[in-house]
């Protein structure tokens, strides 16, 4: 069964056709309350927490250590905390009798800071903000809509402080129950960081932006990155929303089920759309292998529940045997004006005669790779045998890197046919805008169709009700 792609938006679905990629519209700069009244407190008299010290060299020798390409892409620690507006940071009276309440948390040397709410439940009409010091991005308002099973989690903010901002009607302050019970710790480079040597993809990765990814820009622009937390680390990984039968515009979304594997983890998941060079770098050149200038953090969704799962990691910390397939529906209303799409797929099950995948390598800005190849049917890590995974020879243009993973794998009808499991491509260590011409693995959605290892639920139930 193959079944067609549409566009998405706020709450309704929009049917398009093939045509230019139109721009993303970038998140407007949320006015903050402290803004708003004079007679608020200046930040340094707000409360401030400093979170203990992170042995981030340690973390670096751990991922070093890693010598596979098996797991997702690990960018922070997460420390656990106890704040609560109960007891910590800084309440205020404004003139309007609304109540403002504020507090800073600092991690010295942290390249990035966020927060999970464990505890996320608001009185109606309030209204959190999430931002760093000075003139930075603010993320908000989140309002009680915005929970996810009772919790929330943050888009991270760049440098070592981050900066909460609660405002909330006169006579509610008691209906306040937030829990901050932790905290993110980025220890790698992140875009747009200053840093002196920056992560960064490789310069044999293809920007979305160049004209060979013109026949795919609907493609492009229902792949998304995002970010989750798992037994005290938080990942990156790649996915794609993708369209139902019912085609309902519900944004469900596909991934590797090494990346998300339990309904805890989905609740932690953080979605950045539209993160894209704006132009098309050659292959091989310094500015193909920097990162790219597009903000990280203007068009992002918190939350996700689990619809439907089928692999082996949840149990064992393996990919063999199943499909490493992952279905979670997006928990946030998703503005019309991200302008993302739901992709097609099918569930054909023949080998794909030449495929395409996008995705976000080092979740860096999104790429997109070409194989020319047929793909053909084998176990994971496998050159043959088996029949749970699509193997690609090698990538004809473009290639795939930690953080890659989940990313979609598209056949010539434009259909999503598996997520990247793993394997060991990457760039080469001679000519920098070559491939270094060695295989990867995607799980087969059309084994795992039928199946689910997930409260009783296929992944036919979902996409195909």
């Known amino acids: 069964m193959d079944v067609p792609k549409r566009a998405v938006g706020l709450v309704i ?24 009244h004079a007679s608020t407190r200046p930040p340094s008299a707000v409360a401030v927490e400093t979170l203990p010290s992170v042995d981030a ?3 670096q020798a751990e991922d070093r250590a890693r010598s596979d390409r098996v797991g997702p892409y690990r960018y922070g620690k997460t420390i656990e905390t106890n704040f609560s507006p109960d007891r910590d940071g800084t309440w205020e009276q404004l003139s309007s009798g609304e109540w403002l309440w504020r507090l800073r948390i600092q991690s010295r040397d942290a390249v990035s800071l966020s927060v999970g709410f464990t505890q996320f439940r608001l009185p109606a009409s309030a209204a959190l903000y999430v931002h760093g010091p000075g003139d930075t991005a603010v993320h908000g308002p989140y309002t009680a809509a915005d929970a996810t099973a009772g919790q929330h989690w943050t888009p991270l903010i760049r440098g070592e402080e981050l900066i909460l901002e609660l405002v909330v009607p006169a006579d509610r302050r008691s209906g306040v129950r937030l829990k901050i019970g932790k905290t993110v710790y980025g220890y790698r480079s992140l875009p747009g960081r200053g840093n002196a040597v920056p992560a960064k993809s490789g310069s044999c990765n293809l920007d979305v932006a160049c004209e060979e990814a013109d026949p795919w820009r609907e493609q492009v622009r229902s792949v998304g990155r995002y970010t989750f937390e798992s037994n005290g680390s938080t990942f990156l ?56 200038d597009d903000d990280l953090g203007e068009q992002t969704s918190s939350g996700a529940v689990l619809r439907a799962r089928l692999g082996n990691w949840h149990q064992s910390d393996q990919i063999s045997g199943k499909p490493d397939l992952a279905l979670v529906e997006v928990d946030d209303e998703i503005p019309e004006a991200y302008n993302l ?23 860096h800005g ?26 690609i020879g090698n990538w004809e243009l473009g290639t795939t890197e930690r953080g890659s993973s ?37 799980g087969r959605l059309a084994p795992g169709f039928e199946n689910g290892d997930y409260d009783g639920t296929t992944f036919a139930d979902v996409l195909d009700p």
Not at 26 to 32: D, V
């Open 341 to 363: 799409y739901l992709s097609g797929w099918s569930r054909a099950g023949t080998a794909s005669t030449e495929s395409v995948t996008i995705h976000h390598p080092q979740g």
């Open 237 to 292: 990984c790649s996915g794609a929303l993708i369209n139902n039968t019912a085609e309902d515009g519900t944004p469900y979304f596909m991934t590797a089920e090494h990346c998300i594997s339990t309904p805890e983890e989905a609740t932690t998941m953080v979605f950045y759309w539209n993160y894209q060079n704006e132009t098309c770098r050659p292959l091989g050149s310094p500015e193909n292998g920097s990162v790219t």
């Open 366 to 391: 999104k790429r997109i790779s070409f194989d020319e190849d047929p793909s053909s049917i084998t176990a994971y890590g496998q050159d043959s045998g088996g029949d749970t995974h699509l193997r």
């Open 13 to 36: 679905l929009l049917i398009i056709g093939a045509g230019p990629v139109l721009p993303a519209v970038a998140q407007q700069r949320a006015p903050l309350p402290s803004e708003q």
């Open 406 to 442: 989940g990313g979609p794998l598209y056949d010539t009808d434009q259909h999503v046919v598996g997520v990247l499991s793993g394997g060991f491509a990457g760039c080469g260590e001679g000519d920098p805008s070559e491939d270094n011409d060695e295989p990867d693995w995607y």
């Open 57 to 59: 060299s340690a973390l």
